[in-house]
């Protein structure tokens, strides 16, 4: 089984509004990531897991904020985003991230609007 | 810079021929190297990864790596109306541990 979950599948909301994305698989993958994709463009990482720890935040600005409860859940806290962050998030896991090679599973991705 | 580069197309190829999707990446260094599927609107799906120079063959999909040439392809046989969508080349490039997308190559099959 390769499947990765996100909730919710889409998400409206307003520049002041503080939301959360959640992610969550049960692969027994030690490794998990959130990217993000803007129309017509590769998925863009934004932030890497491995080991319930935070290995790489690829200078995301401050207003989106991971957190990783456990190895099988991955949430993004957002707060006051701006129009411009609309886009598809997406989630992925994989059994690993330095003992690679390793292959990237994707959730199907919650489509963000901000007003 | 690390680089991976796709034509963007449109490549458009009848029903029943041979989809032929290349992808040059600029780390001689690199070791891995995926294929994803994404159709409009939804997340990538995997199809196939490669890490040895040669063929690897899964199904109707055959993916190619040359590694002295910097090139990876994936052949799409029998293609059908339903493998039209955009297919991303990844590639781990050495001394990191993440991917680098190419910009993908949308590919229509027309029945």
């Known amino acids: 089984d390769t499947e990765v979950t996100q909730t919710p599948k889409h998400l409206v909301m307003g520049m002041t509004n503080k939301k959360s994305l959640k992610c969550e698989q049960h692969?027994?993958?030690?490794?998990m990531y959130w990217y993000k994709q803007k129309a017509k463009k590769p998925p863009e990482l934004m932030f890497v897991?491995?080991?319930?720890?935070?290995?790489i935040n690829e200078s995301v600005p401050s207003r989106f904020s991971p957190e990783c409860p456990n190895s099988s859940l991955l949430n993004l806290h957002l707060h006051a985003l701006q129009p411009e962050d609309s886009a598809l998030y997406l989630c992925?896991?994989?059994?690993?991230?330095?003992?690679?090679?390793?292959?990237?599973?994707f959730g199907p991705g919650t489509r963000l609007t901000v007003t | 810079q690390k680089e991976v580069e796709q034509n963007s197309g449109p490549l458009s190829v009848p029903e029943g021929a041979i989809a032929s999707l290349n992808c040059t990446y600029s780390?001689?260094?690199?070791?891995?190297f995926f294929w994803y599927r994404q159709y409009s609107g939804k997340s990538p799906e995997l199809i196939m990864f490669?890490?040895?120079?040669g063929d690897k063959e899964d199904g109707r999909f055959t993916a190619q790596l040359n590694k002295a040439s910097q090139y990876v392809s994936l052949l799409i046989r029998d293609s059908q109306p339903s493998d039209s969508a955009t297919y991303l080349c990844?590639?781990?490039?050495?001394?990191?541990?993440?991917?680098?997308f190419g910009t993908g190559t949308r590919l229509k099959v027309l029945a």
């Open positions: 992925a896991s994989s059994q690993d991230w330095e003992q690679g090679p390793y292959e990237q599973y």
């Open positions: 692969m027994g993958h030690r490794a």
């Open positions: 897991y491995s080991y319930e720890k935070l290995s």
């Open positions: 780390d001689r260094g690199s070791q891995s």
């Open positions: 490669i890490y040895s120079n």
């Open positions: 990844a590639v781990l490039f050495s001394g990191t541990y993440k991917y680098i």
